[in-house]
């Protein structure tokens, strides 16, 4: 469509995205989607829990699950959330789960699902080595076969307070309560029962805190697979019957009607998706916000988390009492400052404190706990990206001490072909479009520059003709890769920031597929692209979709009416410099109107993308230099900064203060988020 067309199309999409995520805001100010996720995995790992809990007083639970598990089984034999490809670690679980409860009933859908298991790949399909070790266990629970030894999971780490939470981070009240299970029935010599006795009460006190800190519900941060895995291990542990009791009860009461158990709400994860959208659209002022941010203010936690020692000041992803989540700090902060009242909010000063005080040692950050180790829960591109960009929105410059730790570390992190990793989303695109706006933003030296024109290539060559972006993955043999909107939106922002002009034809041709996917409700059908479990178990969000995509357009249509007065301006200043002396023009073309760096005659950029319009200065040195881009080919002007605007003009009601947000996790689980609860040792949103 042409130029003009594609610009009302955008107009339009921007603002019945807008009211649709409108349409999601609950009473109490959050915004909530998907009503109902039913989770194969999560409805396994309860009815698995229930039964070692509490198997008279949950018969009936049990046997509704049984029979929601059996009716949703797959053609293929496997299960998986809706939109999400079949997956070996919840087949895996499922079918433990019926051998355990109903042998005879479910024989034949117990035999698919171990056959359809092997054909994924078994356990070596698993990438988490924790989850391997859960369908290990699970299996002999049921009395399944299995490959491998169930390994040991020393309790005595668990003196070593320190050194156990860097090494577990939020799988630390997991771990305790599956390592008290294994030390009561797992035979030891005399020293190794003397270790145990020493290292049970720390075990039962670290599950108790995040107990009582919740109010004693019996749930865990409100997340079924969390609360289950939890419930098991103390029910075979024989320890704290009475947490035991509640936690069962918990698991009872969130059962649905079907006999499944959903993901988990995300509360929070979904407002700071939506909340970024409508701002970046011009809702700022929307008196409908105001009861979200008070919502956010609620949501922020006043007390540290002892056991994992963490301050007071964050925010997690769902409850009031939700445990901590660096991604949702950064953009609750993020979110917060840009509302009314933003700049004396003390709820973002207390979650920039926070993300201070957790800021790991290299510079990055890590999921909750600072310094966790490597993968799993430890430092994330992703994070630590979204992080530099809360700190940058709330004034802090390039040259800050965190910010400048956190790029250098950004920049060590890149992967050879120029991509980022994200924790909790499928792919390169996110954490690849989250590292290069803050690299645009905050980077200083030419080491830095370089590092953006990579991520800002790879991006480039992984778009697919038809204008989307991808996970990179094939949903079967022969299948091609199809784009999506999370994905499109993430690449579309990313590049944004790093300069490139809204009439590029990459950009419009990403904002055109955006506009074209949007349904006739106003939303976006989302892709299986948020992780529950790393690497192991994903689900597609309504929410995250919708607001990712809303709030890619809103920056596409403030970044157009940037350019136009930007060139307006530039447009009078050559008018006025052109007579000199004489105060007429001797020719009739301005000799320095063209760009000295790329532009041909014809005014189109070495990589065949039309200049925007003509310079006088030459190239900018702000964002990605010319040397980083000439490496690829890509436009031979690099980036543009992406710090402030010097005509502050955006569309309607979005702030004019200079610094561009990042403030939504786009920013997902998240995300699920159990988030990353799930195991000893490993999981996810």
């Excluded at 034949?108 to 859960?134: D, H, I, Q, Y």
């Excluded at 979904?270 to 970046?280: H, K, Q, R, S, V």
């Excluded at 730790?405 to 991509?419: C, E, I, K, Y």
Aim: hydrophobic share 35%.
């Amino acid at each position: 469509m042409p130029a003009s067309a594609l610009t009302e199309s955008v107009g339009t999409a921007v603002t019945t995205g807008a009211e649709a995520l409108l349409a999601h805001r609950r009473d109490d100010g959050a915004f909530v989607f998907g009503a109902h996720q039913a989770s194969p995995l999560n409805t396994a790992g309860a009815l698995t829990a229930l039964h070692f809990a509490d198997p008279e007083g949950s018969a009936e639970t049990i046997e509704r699950g049984v029979t929601w598990l059996c009716e949703n089984q797959r053609d293929d034999g496997g299960w998986a959330m809706r939109s999400v490809p079949t997956e070996p670690l919840t087949t895996a679980l499922a079918a433990a789960a019926l051998h355990l409860l109903a042998p005879r009933r479910a024989a034949s859908a117990v035999r698919a699902a171990r056959a359809r298991f092997e054909e994924l790949g078994g356990s070596a399909a698993v990438p988490e080595a924790a989850m391997t070790a859960l369908i290990r266990q699970f299996h002999t629970f049921a009395g399944l076969p299995h490959e491998g030894a169930q390994r040991r999971l020393p309790l005595e780490l668990l003196l070593f307070p320190g050194l156990s939470r860097r090494l577990l981070s939020l799988r630390l009240p997991i771990y305790a309560s599956q390592a008290l299970a294994q030390s009561a029935h797992r035979r030891r010599g005399p020293a190794g029962r003397a270790l145990d006795r020493l290292a049970r009460p720390r075990a039962l006190a670290i599950v108790r805190d995040a107990y009582e800190r919740e109010g004693a519900t019996g749930g865990f941060s409100t997340d079924p697979w969390l609360t289950g895995l939890i419930c098991l291990g103390l029910a075979r542990s024989g320890q704290a019957p009475d947490l035991v009791s509640t936690a069962a009860r918990w698991l009872r009461s969130a059962a649905g009607p079907d006999g499944s158990w959903d993901l988990m709400p995300l509360d929070v994860t979904w407002t700071n998706f939506a909340t970024a959208a409508l701002i970046e659209a011009g809702h700022a002022d929307d008196p409908q916000l105001i009861g979200t941010r008070e919502m956010l203010h609620r949501h922020q936690q006043p007390e540290p988390f002892d056991a994992l020692g963490c301050p007071a000041g964050y925010w997690g992803f769902s409850s009031p009492r939700s445990w901590p989540m660096a991604l949702e700090t950064a953009e609750s902060s993020a979110i917060l400052l840009r509302l009314p009242g933003g700049a004396d909010d003390r709820h973002v000063r207390a979650g920039l404190a926070w993300l201070t005080a957790t800021q790991d040692a290299a510079g990055s950050w890590s999921l909750a706990v600072r310094n966790s180790k490597p993968g799993g829960f430890g430092p994330c591109p992703q994070m630590t990206a979204k992080v530099v960009g809360a700190l940058l929105d709330s004034g802090a410059g390039a040259d800050d001490p965190r910010v400048v730790r956190a790029v250098r570390w950004l920049t060590g992190r890149q992967r050879p072909d120029g991509s980022y990793e994200a924790m909790w989303y499928r792919g390169g695109t996110p954490g690849t479009a989250a590292a290069l706006e803050a690299l645009s933003r905050a980077g200083r030296t030419e080491e830095h520059h370089r590092a953006a024109a990579r991520a800002r290539d790879w991006l480039l060559r992984t778009r697919h003709p038809d204008g989307s972006w991808s996970t990179g993955e094939r949903t079967g043999p022969g299948t091609t890769r199809r784009g999506t909107v999370e994905e499109t939106a993430w690449a579309l922002r990313g590049l944004l920031a790093a300069g490139l002009s809204p009439t590029d034809p990459v950009l419009a041709a990403a904002a055109r597929w955006l506009v074209d996917a949007q349904r006739a409700d106003g939303g976006w059908t989302p892709a299986p692209v948020n992780e529950y479990i790393r690497g192991c178990a994903r689900y597609a969000d309504d929410g995250i979709a919708a607001g990712l995509a809303v709030r890619a357009l809103a920056h596409y249509r403030s970044a157009e009416v940037a350019e136009v007065v930007e060139a307006t301006r530039e447009s009078g200043s050559r008018r006025e410099t052109g007579v000199r002396e004489t105060g007429v023009r001797e020719t009739g073309t301005d000799e320095t109107g063209r760009r000295e760096t790329g532009v041909d005659e014809s005014g189109t950029h070495e990589s065949g993308t039309r200049e925007s319009g003509p310079r006088e200065t030459g190239p900018r040195e702000t964002g990605i230099r010319e040397a980083g881009a000439r490496e690829t080919g890509a436009r031979a002007s690099g980036t543009r900064e992406a710090g402030p605007r010097e005509t502050g003009a955006r569309e309607a009601g979005t702030r004019s203060s200079g610094t561009r947000e990042t403030g939504s996790r786009e920013t997902g689980t998240r995300a699920s988020a159990t988030r990353g609860t799930g195991t000893d040792e490993g999981d996810r949103r």
